[in-house]
């Protein structure tokens, strides 16, 4: 398996997915092993002479003022991660651990952290070897970034903590879980508790992994929708590149363009090329402007996100070849709770207008003649009708989720912290989210392939195979039966990644 390399400056997110998601190996470049030991020399340079230099010999926060003897500088740190570790709640997934590990490696591997490189390459150690800190959801505001879950991520590099590790996977202290790995714990020097547990890094994994869902999501919704669209006899006349190029937002463009082509060679659509129908329900008609929206509102957040990860944001910063250490304010979570929170409530509209063209199929004064609810004795059969209210109470519970959370902030620290961008709320609020409109499109999926059998003529190439695959878990609806396994089982389709191979290229 081909490594990637860390250098804290080209990183890209999908190699956060593959090194998160499929346990890529990871190596720092040769250039950031000697950035960083140039790093720590000066941070060595600064201690021996003396100097009263914020979180080197001094307190954190509201205790900036209070100078530390050299003999307490490591005890400080060591106290540091112990006392900040107070996150609680259900614990982040091995996926997301790991992406969170490789962005903490990657700012430390920009050097100027001040960390020693044996301490950097310990976290990489772990990494590779599968060692997955225990760090629970709920404890970061974003002011100093991430400082209490980042600290339980450091409970286990210095030997305390809990940790996944093994085969099968197991909890374990974190001592035992690094003796089992034939990892050496760290004992902490001066800077370094500062320089694990300051930055953005959970929020920022965390929006990392979302957005690559969401873009797929974005696709998927493409081509349910396109399913939907020709279930109910839509026309295409609404994607008619004509429109679209005089008002051309580039989400617009490309959600317009895969309609287009989802839908070329449906049988359905030629069945019905003369009916006189001239325009659809919005629903139907204006989703590649809502679906548009959605995909430029995620190419928003990809910008943010892709500088976010070859950041620097911990604090203070070392400038070793300029001979400075410069407090700062790069910890901050605001870009990163803005861009999060910006995502759920662009995200969500996938699952709302889907639900609407759920309605279309199952209304019969809607439907263009499908059956009610699909059902195939409608009154002694259900058919789709209370799986709508799944999708309905989803998209419910997305219009509470997408408040934003950046809009609010509680001082902390004795209002050192006076203003806080609440951006690790922003990022769990996210997560849900995503998994509700998964949901949704699942629902749309189940409903559109069951319109399309009543038609009784086939569709695009494209979208046949997408419902054939949609058949090998979910056979066709005769009468009614126990319908949360077939629910459940368009939601895996979706979430996995076979649509893609079963359409073709679709951007």
Known sequence: MQEIIIDGNSLSLEAVEQVACFAVPIRISDASRNK????????????????????????????????IPAQNIAELQLNLIRSHATSVGEPYTIAQTRAIMLLRIAVLAKGHSGIRYETLDTLVQMLNKGVHPIIPKRGSVGASGDLSPLSHLALVLIGEGEAIYGEPAQKLSGAIAMQQAGIKPVQLAA??????????????????LSLLEAERLCRYADVIASMSIDALKGTPKAFDELIHKLRPHPGQLKSAANIRKLLTGSILRE??????????????????????????????????????????????????????????????????????????????ELASIS?????????????RGLSPFLADRPGIDSGFMIAQLTAASVVSENKVLSHPACVDSIPTSANQEDHVSMGSVSAIKLLQVIDNVTTALGIELLVAGSALDQRGLNSSPALEKVKAALRESVPPLKGDRIMYPDVNNAIALVRSARIDGLVGKID
């Open 36 to 67: 960083v030991k140039q790093c720590r020399a000066y941070v060595d340079k600064v201690i021996a002479n003396g100097d009263t230099v914020y979180g080197l010999t001094t307190g954190f926060g509201k205790f900036s003022t209070v100078s």
């Open 271 to 348: 069945s019905h090329r003369n009916c006189g129908n001239v325009q659809d329900a919005y629903s139907l008609r204006c989703t590649p402007q809502v679906h548009g929206a959605v995909r430029d509102a995620c190419s928003y957040a990809r910008s943010v996100f892709e500088i976010e990860i070859n950041s620097a944001t911990d604090n203070p910063l070392i400038f070793a070849e300029e001979e400075r250490v410069i407090s700062g304010g790069n910890f901050h979570g605001e870009p990163l709770a803005i861009a999060l929170d910006t995502m759920a409530m662009a995200i969500s």
């Open 355 to 367: 639900e609407r063209r759920i309605e279309q199929m199952l209304n019969p004064a809607l439907s």
């Open 191 to 208: 800077k370094e508790g500062l320089a694990l547990n300051n930055g953005t890094q959970v929020m920022a994994a965390l929006g990392v």
